[in-house]
């Protein structure tokens, strides 16, 4: 009994956080939230055993704590639930008494933040949707969060990551050689990422003539089509960096379908905005500095087995960027900003990391990382279907188009890391690499 009363007190006190102390403001219309359903949302492990919710489209900016009592009633928000379902599942679970009244305040305030599928997150969704495409540029959406929000510190922050002793020294851009033909490079945050982040573009200016740059990111929300543009210029604390629309122009030319109907995941996505910081901080001073930003994401099913190159969209894409790509010759250079494997109780594997586990990992890393740098796409893509993308290596699709589309003879691994979370009993792997070729291919 005391554990059932604890477990109660636990759901009354994160409710009455929820409702007396207003963290989500005003309600929405629970009318139609008989059978509630919540959005794709993140569930992340937090210390003292909470549970952190967030909106990883960025349609709700708010973060959710709650106890695993109350995670368990949110859970059952799927859309088949009745109020009666989700009452009748806690009193089971917990043999505790769950009064409807409760659960649907529960509703009103996940749908008053935009938690839940429902006529006010639709109505929000295409205000925002008109809002973005209305700006004219992509404004920056992780100042302040994953690097610093004024130019003066963010520039002191970026100096400081190639300065550090496991950097490669500042970038010199004075002679480079032209030989790169393709740059990888994380898009972990930058406290953990930054040494690799610096090596990447070490290389780049040492050995990269180009001044427009194709970043493919990651689109890390669902999308309709594998491939999502912008032609809008990227926002940063360090100014604005032009994207090239002559070359989108071209592109466009090639292609059927609209590979703009994805445009709002660029909002919020950070995968493109970290390799413009860099590129700014390079090249920020050149007029010239253009960028091409391209979010991917290919359809789960491909993961689980298939040929990848009869995906036709995939393969329209791919084959209208390489043609663009040979358009414009050395003057174009391609960037993948991914990171590799995520294992962990945060990406919902019920593990305890070891020193075992992450030698296992960096050995399944390394094998990867060999076949990405011999160039073959067919085989990298192979590998990640035959384990059927356990280790969740989030930059597949960047890096398979990357593969596709450079004319590279050579590839070497710049660096390889792990960030590791004790806290949530989680790790990230990133790498740096590059890709070379002849001079004047």
Same mark, same amino acid.
Do not use: W
């Given at each position: 009994m005391v554990l059932l009363f604890s477990l109660r007190l636990q759901v009354a006190y994160a409710l009455q956080q929820i409702l007396s102390k207003g963290l989500f403001g005003g309600y929405g219309d629970p009318a139609a939230m008989d059978y509630p359903k919540l959005r794709p949302v993140e569930a992340l492990p937090t210390q003292n055993n909470m549970i $952190?919710?967030?909106?990883?489209?960025?349609?709700?900016? #708010?973060?959710?704590?709650?106890?695993?009592?109350?995670?368990?009633?949110?859970?059952?928000?799927?859309?088949?639930?009745?109020?009666?379902?989700?009452? +009748?599942?806690?009193?089971?679970?917990?043999? @505790?008494?769950?009064?409807?009244? #409760?659960v649907r305040e529960i509703i009103e305030r996940l749908d008053d933040a935009l938690f839940l599928e429902s006529e006010h997150f639709q109505q929000a969704r295409v205000q925002a949707v008109e809002q973005f495409r209305s700006a004219v540029v992509r404004a920056a959406s992780h100042a302040g969060v994953s690097y610093e929000a004024?130019?003066?510190?963010?520039?002191?922050?970026?100096? &400081?990551?190639? &300065?550090?002793? =496991?950097?490669?020294?500042?970038?010199? /851009?004075?002679?480079? /050689?032209?030989?790169?033909?393709?740059?990888?490079?994380?898009?972990?945050?930058?406290? !953990?990422?930054?040494?690799c982040f610096a090596r990447s573009y070490a290389e780049l200016a040492r050995e990269c003539t180009a001044r427009t740059f194709v970043i493919l990111g990651i689109a890390h929300v669902p999308t309709k089509?594998?491939?999502?543009?912008?032609? #809008?210029?990227f926002q940063t604390p360090l100014g604005k960096v032009v994207t090239d629309r002559d070359f989108l122009g071209l592109l466009e030319t090639f292609c059927k379908t609209d590979?703009?109907?994805?445009?709002?995941?660029?909002?919020?996505?950070?995968?493109? @905005?970290?390799?413009?910081?860099?590129?700014?901080?390079?090249?920020?001073?050149?007029?010239?500095?253009?960028?091409?930003?391209?979010?991917?994401?290919?359809?789960? @099913?491909?993961?689980?087995?298939?040929a990848i190159s009869v995906?036709?969209?995939?393969?329209?894409?791919?084959?209208?960027?390489?043609? /663009?790509? +040979?358009?414009?010759?050395?003057?174009?250079? $391609?960037? +993948?900003?991914?990171?590799?494997?995520?294992?962990?109780?945060?990406?919902?594997?019920n593990l305890e990391l070891s020193?075992?586990?992450?030698? =296992?990992?960096?050995?399944?890393?390394? &094998?990867?990382?060999?076949?990405?740098?011999?160039?073959?796409?067919e085989a990298f893509f192979r590998g990640i279907q035959?384990?059927?993308? !356990?280790?969740?290596? $989030?930059?597949?699709? +960047?890096?398979y188009t990357l593969l596709r589309v450079i004319a590279a003879e050579e590839g070497k691994l710049l660096r390889y890391e792990q960030a590791v979370d004790p806290a949530t009993q989680s790790v990230v792997s990133f790498m740096a690499g590059a890709f070379y070729g002849d001079r004047n291919p």
């Open positions: $952190c919710l967030r909106d990883p489209q960025g349609f709700s900016d #708010k973060l959710l704590l709650i106890p695993p009592p109350l995670f368990f009633v949110v859970s059952l928000f799927d859309g088949s639930h009745s109020v009666l379902d989700i009452q +009748a599942e806690y009193t089971s679970r917990f043999g @505790e008494l769950l009064f409807s009244e #409760k004024q130019p003066e510190t963010l520039t002191g922050q970026l100096q &400081a990551l190639f &300065a550090d002793p =496991e950097a490669p020294g500042l970038p010199d /851009t004075s002679s480079p /050689t032209g030989r790169l033909r393709g740059l990888i490079a994380p898009h972990i945050d930058l406290p !953990r990422g930054g040494a089509h594998p491939f999502a543009l912008t032609a #809008k210029d590979f703009y109907e994805d445009e709002f995941c660029h909002r919020s996505e950070h995968s493109v @905005e970290f390799q413009v910081l860099f590129l700014q901080h390079l090249y920020g001073h050149e007029d010239r500095l253009r960028i091409v930003p391209i979010l991917c994401s290919f359809p789960p @099913e491909l993961y689980l087995g298939g995906h036709s969209e995939i393969e329209e894409f791919v084959q209208a960027l390489s043609k /663009t790509l +040979a358009k414009h010759g050395s003057g174009v250079c $391609c960037i +993948a900003g991914v990171d590799l494997s995520h294992i962990g109780q945060r990406f919902g594997q020193p075992e586990l992450l030698r =296992e990992v960096e050995t399944k890393d390394r &094998a990867m990382i060999n076949t990405i740098l011999s160039g073959d796409e035959e384990e059927q993308d !356990r280790r969740n290596v $989030c930059g597949v699709p +960047a890096i």
